[in-house]
């Protein structure tokens, strides 16, 4: 059965100074450079046909990394649809300063409510809005033909691919937390449902 996995890119400098992403274009410190190093280590069993990520470089690099370390030379689609959430006004904002502005109960919030955006910015629900029909379009796409999957995306896209094919609720979603350069491994029928689900972690 065709396998599908997630990873979310290693960490970046701006989630080491605790700033609001999004589609701000920042690499990967050396630290994420590592989990990308070590999430490859963790795949070297699956011999992936196709790899998709997105239209950012801190993903691309993770990617560039992942594979590097399994030795794969395979095809690689890049693409906005996979783009972390757009934090609108809160872009290059350190969080802290983030709720001394606006207040902590209404950046809450933002960062964690389902279908509530930051001012300029996109809600988990606008980001699923551009990323699930890509996810139906091109990656099931692949699935439906057997082949094995990697995705190297973001905390958010990747979260909602996660409840698209987990099938959660809002509720259920916005507990959901993906850590960096952390693999989630899915084997799928050809219609994309779940046989199983593996996280893995070094040591």
Do not use: C
Not at 64 to 79: F, M
């Amino acid at each position: 059965m065709p396998k599908l996995v997630l990873v979310r890119h290693g960490q970046s400098l701006w989630n080491l100074q605790n700033r609001f992403t999004g589609w701000i274009d920042v690499p990967l410190t050396e630290k994420g450079k590592e989990e990308a190093y070590k999430a490859g280590e963790l795949l070297k069993d699956i011999r992936f046909n196709v790899a998709y990520t997105s239209a950012l470089s801190r993903a691309q690099e993770t990617l560039k990394i992942i594979l590097e370390v399994i030795g794969l030379n395979i095809p690689v689609i890049k693409d906005q649809a996979l783009n972390e959430r757009h934090y609108g006004d809160l872009q290059g904002l350190n969080k802290d300063r983030a709720r001394a502005k606006y207040g902590a109960e209404i950046v809450h919030l933002w960062r964690r409510s389902y279908d509530i955006a930051p001012p300029g910015g996109e809600s988990l629900k606008d980001t699923a809005n551009r990323t699930i029909p890509f996810l139906e379009r091109a990656i099931l796409g692949d699935i439906a033909e057997g082949n094995d999957v990697l995705v190297v995306a973001h905390g958010n896209s990747n979260r909602s691919i996660v409840m698209y094919l987990e099938k959660l609720t809002p509720e259920e979603i916005i507990k959901v937390e993906l850590d960096t350069g952390t693999p989630i491994v899915y084997e799928l029928d050809k219609d994309g449902n779940i046989l199983s689900k593996e996280i893995r972690r070094l040591g």
